[in-house]
């Protein structure tokens, strides 16, 4: 069906490979041609003495100059990509970089190694490099590329060059003493719709995201009672004789009903739960860059107040204060051009989910319809036969 | 309404209560043992687990007692019973009651029936077949009706999810503006596909149901007559062996031994014409039992079928410009 829907990279289930991508890509927001193509796979488990982990395939395919080679294949582990999400919030505080798959799922019967766990952990690890990749700002940062270039041992060492885990400390505890230092005073109006919109789209996800997965167990339990159902007609079909077609013919009806349910149980875990998911990662993220961008207000702020109070070392100040309003101007405005662009994304990944939720729907409804109505067509053929041979004398 | 000779007036109106029903059903089984009765909704209910006064409970022991009445009347010896007439005639049926219990007195012909302690050698091959078959019948009946209540639980939990969903659609419609048509229309949506299931369920409950238990009742009322007409028949075997027994030079048989045996006759042509009756009705009533099933189902899908193709044109709206 691959007519119909929209192709784009963040189609993690579409066939796989970067060469098959750039054939199926199709021009969307950007006139330029994509030149980066990524794509994740071929989970393999590594047992070591220490520890048991699952690495994956990381393929990418490039035209772009700062790229010594076209081709990568490289191998990656979960904590690869945290390093690589952790690397992109220092260097871009208040850009909001995609959501990670949870690290642990604690809820249900899901096994850290189960096929579907990695499956679904896979797809959303396509997704969130496919979105660096488009991201204007994000595409090009140093850490990316050295994430989908570097051999293991290459990346390993890179890594250990970076800031010391005490000074990234260090960061995290002041950044938590000037949020309780108290709310930011001079926060533009701009920021603080955002703050209120990000408040209620968060409530407003996290409620579908939890209702919408009460619906899978829903019809997944729907599924199981039907599954017991139709062939009970069958059953007692045996028994009898003239009402046997008509009940064999129930049978069927719920037995492609039972299918048909399977498949829309299918389509509702892959078009509408992971994105619903991902968005409610996704509100967090914001939220925490609304917060990181006010900290940084509030460290221009506060360093305002302190001159305010002292009257001599104008001139040692003003050059500080004068870096912090640039660093602030800088945050707004990556913030407000990432802002636009995550909402229209939004808007498209949900016109797009809704759709295809729409036709997963239509065509479940469709079936169904089909098979009772040639049930009914059958039953009242076999009556007009009935009727035609009583009348005959 | 009648045009029958037997009834004074063409048209009655009477008031009845469950117990008058239940009271007409024994009469009916006590006057005419070797036909089946049709059966009743069942007389207690768990009180808690349903209200016996709601509109839903009172509806559908109104369409069973209806059914039970009509099927009387198709009876063609059934709808001649007396206390048939009086239970449709009388304006005072408690007075009839009190006199019925005095005529108990009056050994009937009835009381004869109730024989009891003689046992059955071996059930004729047609009758054993009957036995088989209800027993077969109400077996499968019964998982039906569990599975199908167990559907209509499933089915009342998903709504209890829809109803909750639709609206958090609307209401982050309300924070959105190029998102909020397409917001608005998947809770729309979501909410008619939800009056449609709700429908859905309730002719489940309404209709299919009813008619299932209907007919369990009825094999089991159904497999009690068999019991009856069994001992009839071993009443019989046991006078005749007994009269073999005393090894007399009578050629004629005893005339409580021939009486015997005419009932045994009697019984047997009774059950077997209203079995066939019954399979019959039975044949008709599932025919349109699981066509209505089939047809609410297909009113089902089309509702939502058409919920859901009204947003598609929605979604593809695009009224974003770069």
Same mark, same amino acid.
């Given at each position: ?50 520890e048991t982990f699952i690495t994956y ?112 400390m260090g960061q995290t505890v002041r ?5 309780? &230092? ?158 636009? &662009? ?52 | ?168 659609y609307s209401t982050w419609g309300g ?148």
């Amino acid at each position: 069906d691959t007519s119909l829907a929209e192709v784009n990279s963040f189609s993690p289930s579409m066939p796989i490979s970067p060469s098959s991508m750039i054939n199926q890509y199709k021009f969307e927001d950007e006139p330029e041609l994509r030149d980066l193509f990524i794509t994740v796979d071929d989970p393999e488990s590594h047992i070591t003495a220490i520890e048991t982990f699952i690495t994956y395939r990381v393929v990418t395919k490039t035209s772009r100059g700062e790229f010594d080679s076209s081709e990568y294949e490289v191998r990656r582990r979960y904590q690869d990509f945290l390093w690589l999400k952790s690397r992109l919030e220092e260097a871009h505080p208040t850009l909001i970089i995609p959501p990670l798959p949870e690290k642990f799922i604690m809820k249900g019967m899901v096994e850290r190694f189960s096929d579907e766990f990695i499956e679904t952990r896979r797809k959303a690890l396509h997704k969130f490099l496919n979105r660096i990749a488009d991201h204007p700002t994000l595409t090009f940062n140093e850490d990316f590329k050295i994430f989908l270039t570097a051999q293991a041992w290459e990346l390993s060492s890179h890594k250990k060059q970076g800031p010391g885990l005490l000074s990234r400390m260090g960061q995290t505890v002041r950044a938590v003493a000037s949020s309780v &230092r108290g709310g930011v005073k001079n926060r533009p109006e701009m920021f603080t719709e955002m703050n209120n919109y990000v408040e209620t789209f968060s409530q407003k996800i996290n409620v579908l995201d939890k209702i919408a997965h009460r619906i899978y167990k829903e019809e997944r339990e729907y599924f199981n009672e039907m599954k017991e159902y139709g062939p009970i007609y069958t059953l007692w079909s045996a028994s009898e004789e003239d009402t046997a077609d008509s009940l064999k013919g129930v049978a069927s009806c719920i037995d492609k009903c039972c299918k048909a349910t399977e498949k829309r149980m299918a389509g509702l875990s892959e078009d509408l739960l992971p994105i619903l998911h991902e968005y409610v990662l996704y509100s967090e993220i914001l939220m925490g860059v609304l917060k990181r961008r006010d900290q940084i207000q509030g460290e221009l702020d506060s360093k305002v107040d302190a001159l305010a109070n002292k009257k001599t070392e104008k001139d040692l100040f003003s050059e500080e204060i004068g870096k912090l309003e640039d660093k602030v101007e800088c945050a707004n405005n990556a913030l407000k051009a990432d802002w636009e &662009r995550w909402k229209q994304n939004m808007r498209c990944d949900m016109r797009s989910t809704f759709t295809n939720v729409a036709e997963n729907n239509l065509r479940y409804y469709e079936e169904c319809l089909a098979t009772w109505e040639s049930f009914l067509a059958s039953q009242r053929v076999d009556l007009h036969v009935e009727e035609d041979s009583e009348d005959r004398p | 309404q009648t045009t029958r000779a037997e009834f004074d007036l063409p048209e009655y109106s009477v008031r009845r209560r469950y117990q008058d029903f239940d009271w007409l059903r024994n009469k009916l089984e006590e006057s005419q043992p070797t036909h089946l009765i049709p059966p009743l909704p069942e007389k207690f209910v768990v009180k808690g687990v349903v209200d016996r006064f709601s509109e839903e409970f009172v509806e559908t022991r109104r369409k069973a007692l209806d059914k039970f009445l009509k099927r009387i009347t198709d009876h063609p010896v059934l709808s001649f019973n007396d206390h048939f007439n009086v239970f449709l005639t009388a304006k005072d049926l408690n007075a009839y009651k009190k006199q019925g219990m005095a005529l108990l007195s009056k050994m009937g012909e009835s009381v004869k029936y109730v024989t009891g302690g003689y046992k059955l050698r071996s059930r004729p091959l047609e009758f054993a077949a009957i036995g088989e078959y209800l027993d077969t019948f109400s077996l499968k009946l019964g998982t039906i009706d569990r599975i199908a209540q167990r559907i209509i639980k499933e089915q009342l939990e998903y709504l209890v999810e829809l109803r909750e969903y639709g609206p958090v659609y609307s209401t982050w419609g309300g924070l959105e503006v190029e998102l909020s048509e397409p917001l608005e229309g998947v809770s729309a949506c979501i909410g008619n596909c939800c009056t449609a299931l709700e429908e859905l369920s309730e002719d489940m409950t309404e209709d299919f149901l009813p008619v299932l238990r209907e007919y369990i009742l009825y094999s089991e009322s159904m497999k009690n007559v068999l019991k009856k007409r069994d001992q009839v028949q071993a009443e019989y075997e046991a006078k005749l062996e007994a009269v073999a027994l005393k090894k007399e030079d009578r050629p004629k048989v005893p005339t409580d031994v021939e009486k015997c045996q005419d009932r045994v006759e009697c019984f047997n042509a009774d059950l077997k014409a209203d079995m066939e009756r019954w399979q019959n009705n039975k044949r008709q009533d599932f025919r349109q039992l699981l066509m209505g099933m089939a047809d609410k189902n297909i009113q089902y899908y089309e509702k939502c079928l058409t919920a859901w193709e009204s947003i598609i044109p929605l979604l593809q709206d695009k009224p974003e410009t770069k």
